[in-house]
């Protein structure tokens, strides 16, 4: 029972960081997973990636209902997320117990700061005045690293992809989140694919449970994110980062 508590908590965490932030279920379930019950980082990686992947496709539906998703320019994006990931997934492999690196755990509670300090208030207009060979190169070099990423360590693919669609790529926030999880759909069911043929089935009650789990909090969390005013939806995503950041340093460096 109370493996399967962790299991839920874990993954409702995981959901609510998806569907408000697209975050990757990873960023939260790996390391409570690895910590909290011992399993090993390879199958802990895999179970969040196909957590990831129902969480992500509810979510990138409500943000495509709302009109909050660029399906056309994300595309491209998603084509060297694939690729990377598969590549990164494979490396990953030949490093035993591959716990998820202090540089995405960090990260992710920094970022949640930036969005409480300096929220993103750009407008989907101002997007529209950058060129298209430069949007395509952009999503291209953002999108291999975010795959790498996502395959290697199994987290930071959700946060990292967050950071660039708006800092990089000038997407306001909410398109920012429908358009990473539009992708993180397909990004999570590669990778989790390429874990399950390399390390095998996972333990089946964790892999359930967490799926779940995840999908209730992805689909609360991405209601509430496209009913919220931008100034709301940036407070809220800042504190869901931060607080989550603070969790998985504690569970990284305390537990």
Not at 98 to 120: D, E, H, N, Q, T
Not at 138 to 153: D, K, Q, R, W, Y
């Amino acid at each position: 029972m109370a493996a399967i508590l962790i299991y839920m908590i874990a993954g409702l965490g995981a959901g609510i960081g998806t569907g408000l932030a697209g975050l990757s279920a990873a960023a939260v379930i790996s390391p409570m997973l690895i910590a909290f019950l011992d399993f090993p980082a390879y199958e802990a990686v895999g179970i969040a990636l196909a957590s990831d992947v129902l969480a992500s496709a509810v979510s990138s539906y409500t943000y495509a209902k709302n009109k909050n998703i660029d399906i056309k320019n994300g595309i491209i994006m998603m084509c060297a997320v694939l690729l990377f990931t598969v590549i990164g997934s494979f490396a990953a492999s030949f490093i035993p117990d591959m716990a998820m690196g202090s540089f995405s755990i960090i990260a992710c509670f920094l970022l949640g700061i930036k969005f409480i300090v300096r929220p993103v208030m750009t407008t989907k207009e101002a997007r529209e005045n950058r060129s298209a060979k430069r949007k395509c190169a952009e999503a291209l070099v953002c999108g291999s690293v975010i795959g790498s990423i996502c395959g290697f360590i199994g987290a930071g693919g959700g946060m990292m992809m967050l950071l660039m669609l708006t800092s990089v790529l000038g997407y306001e926030l909410k398109t920012a989140v429908g358009t990473s999880v539009f992708i993180m759909t397909f990004s999570a069911f590669t990778g989790a694919a390429s874990h399950f043929l390399i390390g095998g089935i996972p333990d089946l009650t964790a892999l359930v449970v967490c799926i779940l789990a995840t999908l209730v909090g992805a689909r609360a969390s991405a209601l509430f994110a496209n009913k919220a005013e931008s100034m709301v939806l940036n407070r809220v995503t800042g504190v869901v980062l931060a607080v989550l950041g603070a969790a998985m340093i504690v569970v990284k460096f305390l537990v």
